[in-house]
């Protein structure tokens, strides 16, 4: 079998395998808008501070530019309230990139508020509805341990 590429078309790229992980963790009984919603926040933490995690712009074939995202897959898991605790403190405990949402979000309108709601509990009294991380794939991996894939 030959593995040429017929005249006039481009050969197919190797898959690009990252050494790192970007992955979402969220609490499993999140409801589905709280789920979008916990998601983008918390890789949102990501990109301002981790800027390796961020591609180069978009354009289209009329030129038209876009924002840059992220150059990788984000991977996002759901775990029992308990996981994601745990989750958490390993995360603090190696020392990785990291975005926390909590319950108390939920109730709050604006930056400050969620800034101020997280500020007013201990680290191990948070109420965890999302994490996010980002690191070496072990190191990510570890993290998550005892997480499934979101359906």
């Known amino acids: 079998?030959?593995?040429?590429?017929?005249?006039?078309?481009?050969?197919?790229?190797?898959?690009?395998?990252?050494?790192?992980?970007?992955?979402?963790?969220?609490?499993e009984d999140l409801e589905p808008w709280q789920r979008l919603n916990v998601t983008a926040f918390l890789v949102s933490g990501?990109?301002?501070?981790?800027p390796e995690v961020i591609g180069e712009p978009y354009e289209d074939g009329d030129g038209v530019r876009y924002l840059p995202m992220f150059r990788q897959p984000v991977l996002v898991f759901e775990a029992t309230k308990e996981t994601l605790t745990a989750a958490h403190a390993r995360v603090l405990s190696r020392s990785l990139p990291r975005a926390v949402f909590t319950g108390d979000l939920f109730a709050t309108g604006n930056d400050h508020d969620n800034r101020a709601a997280v500020?007013?509990?201990?680290?191990?009294?948070?109420?965890?509805?999302?994490?996010?991380?980002y690191g070496p794939k072990n190191a990510v991996d570890k993290?998550?341990?005892?997480?499934?894939m979101h359906p």
């Open 1 to 27: 079998m030959s593995t040429e590429t017929p005249a006039g078309t481009a050969p197919t790229p190797a898959p690009t395998r990252f050494d790192t992980k970007i992955a979402v963790l969220l609490r």
């Open 46 to 50: 990501l990109g301002t501070t981790v």
């Open 119 to 133: 500020r007013a509990v201990r680290t191990g009294e948070l109420d965890l509805v999302g994490l996010a991380v």
């Open 143 to 148: 993290v998550i341990k005892g997480s499934r």
